[in-house]
Structures are given as C-alpha cells and as structure tokens.
Nanobody
C-alpha cells in the first residue's frame, strides 16, 4: 500500500505559476506509474499528466500541453507538477495517483488504471 499527500496548491492570478508536489510513503515508490488528475467545480475528474516509473515517458492532456510539466524524484518519493501560464479554467482540486507496474515505460492516462489516490490540493486561478 502507498499513501499519497499533495501540497503546493493555492490562489494565483492568471498567467502565474504553481508547483504541486505529491509525496508518497509506504511501499517502494520507484516502480509506480504516477499521474495528476483534476476536478473542477461541477465537473468530472479528468486526466492532466502522467509519468512512467522510469521517468522516461510523460503524457499530457491537450489542455495543459506546453504549460504544465510532470517530473519525479524517486530518491525523494515525490512527483511534481509544474504549472505555468495558469488560466482560470485550470481552477480545480488536483489529485495525484499511483499504480504499481513492472512496465518501466508505460504512462497511464485513464482514471480506472490508478489504484492509489491522494486527497487533493485546491488550485484557484483568478482572472
């Protein structure tokens, strides 16, 4: 079992930046595919970005491509989401997710593929 705790959310003006962190504890972190999802007000939870456990492969939703960057530090058991050029439509609760896998290069993009979830951190972008 792995526990995930997100941090780094907050209130920022449009055009600003935030870096979210997701700290993992419990079982070995290094063989987990990781992802970030978000859920805006009145919306379903949607995929934002994912990274393979090797760190070699990443994948982004079209809505954040070129603005957000996912990265991981296995030594610190932490995955990050750097968010630049934020827009009001990025306002949401951001959740990190993890799934143990023996496939080093696979990026998981679907909600149902992930087994472990954090409680989320609120990101609010004002116009």
């Amino acid at each position: 079992q792995v526990q995930l705790v997100e941090s780094g959310g907050g209130l920022v003006q449009a055009g600003g930046s935030l870096r979210l962190s997701c700290a993992a504890s419990g079982r070995t972190f290094s063989r987990y595919a990781m992802g970030w999802f978000r859920q805006g007000p009145g919306k379903e939870r949607e995929f934002v970005a994912g990274i393979s456990w090797s760190g070699d492969n990443t994948y982004y939703a079209d809505s954040v491509k070129g603005r957000f960057t996912i990265s991981s530090d296995n030594a610190k058991n932490t995955v990050y989401l750097q968010m630049n050029s934020l827009k009001p439509e990025d306002t949401a609760v951001y959740h990190c997710a993890a799934r143990a896998t023996n496939q080093a290069l696979v990026v998981m993009k679907n909600l149902y593929e992930y087994k472990h979830w954090g409680q989320g951190t609120q990101v609010t972008v004002s116009s």
